[in-house]
């Protein structure tokens, strides 16, 4: 069975701090893809990155950054330098490789006061 | 169209009653999901489309749910006999092709209140 624990339910932090959200997953495949979703208050889910399993390269984009660590089971998702517009609240996701349902974390809603 | 689209965005309906849900992927993605999140359970997937085969319906929670794609594009998903349990926002989502980890791309979501 698949399984994705995000600890963290809320981060608050002042414009302009760095955040980062945890993921840790559990899977019994060897071949797997990972996600970070955003849901902003419109309620739609918007894609922000996909990493496959033999992939462990760190990704940056823009004030984003990704880290997957296999050894430690883990994805972490970093804004830097946060803004207001980054109040949402984040899911971090697995999906099998064979098929796209995705597993969902809990999700870590964060909030950015100016 | 543009991104994916459902309707209605928001539904109230008495407890008992038949819903259906739709939702109108992006064009030309082959596969097409429906994700419950609720206060409670979260975001839980309950079925998906691929082409033409055989819908995966595993996630769907009890046999008063169901869902049908016509003609690989359109698809509704019906709850029978809501109860207050099934309140939730309902979400659709639709990607080029299923497996590989292919992005979705996600709909705004069907509010379904059961009172």
């Known amino acids: 069975a698949q399984k994705v624990t995000q600890a963290q339910t809320e981060i608050s932090v002042v414009e302009k701090e760095d955040v980062t959200l945890d993921c840790v997953y559990e899977?019994?495949?060897?071949?797997?893809?990972l996600f970070w979703y955003k849901q902003p208050p419109s309620g739609e889910l918007v894609f922000l990155i996909r990493r496959n399993s033999f992939d462990e390269q760190n990704e940056i984009s823009g004030r984003y950054s990704w880290n997957f660590q296999k050894s430690t089971s883990s994805f972490n998702f970093t804004i830097t330098a946060s803004q207001v517009v980054d109040s949402a609240v984040y899911f971090c996701?697995?999906?099998?490789?064979?098929?796209?349902?995705?597993?969902f974390g809990g999700g870590t809603r964060v909030l950015v006061k100016p | 169209g543009a991104g994916v689209s459902q309707s209605p965005s928001n539904k109230v309906t008495e407890k008992g009653k038949d819903v259906e849900l739709r939702c109108d992927p992006i064009?030309?993605?082959?596969?097409l999901y429906w994700y419950r999140q609720s206060l409670g359970q979260g975001l839980e997937f309950l079925i998906y489309f691929q082409g033409n085969s055989a819908p995966d319906k595993s996630g769907l929670p009890s046999d008063r749910f169901s869902a049908e794609r016509t003609g690989g594009s359109v698809s509704t998903l019906t709850i029978q006999r809501t109860q207050q349990e099934d309140s939730a926002v309902y979400l659709c989502?639709?990607?080029?092709?299923?497996?590989?980890?292919?992005?979705?791309?996600f709909g705004q979501g069907t509010r379904l209140t059961v009172v």
């Open positions: 064009s030309g993605h082959t596969a």
């Open positions: 989502a639709s990607s080029l092709k299923v497996g590989g980890g292919t992005e979705a791309f």
């Open positions: 899977t019994r495949d060897t071949t797997y893809y």
């Open positions: 996701a697995l999906a099998k490789a064979a098929g796209n349902k995705l597993t």
